[in-house]
């Protein structure tokens, strides 16, 4: 009977985390929208946050606009930061 208590206060507790994990900081329940729709307001703080070269930051923007988990934000940055990456090699004037 005490392990049956245990079990089902665990499952409570996995339950009510992950339906936090959708809230944002308003306090309002959403789903996570895909991270491809980052809104540009949230857009303009990463690209802040990545030219300080704070990735960390920047992965933590994309998670509060969207929702997204930590493996989809980092991804969405991480692919973000290398075309950026990209695009400067390939420009003459910011090579310098």
Partial sequence: M???FWVMVALAVGYVLGRNSVLK???EMR???PVGELPAEAKGRMED???RGDKIDA???VRTAT???LKESKA???AFAAKRAERRKGDPISRG
Wanted: proline fraction near 5%.
């Fill in 31 to 33: 789903a996570p929208m």
């Fill in 59 to 61: 992965v933590r923007i």
């Fill in 67 to 69: 929702g997204a988990g």
């Fill in 49 to 51: 946050a990545l030219r």
């Fill in 76 to 78: 969405f940055v991480d």
């Fill in 25 to 27: 900081m308003d306090g």
């Fill in 2 to 4: 005490d392990n049956f």
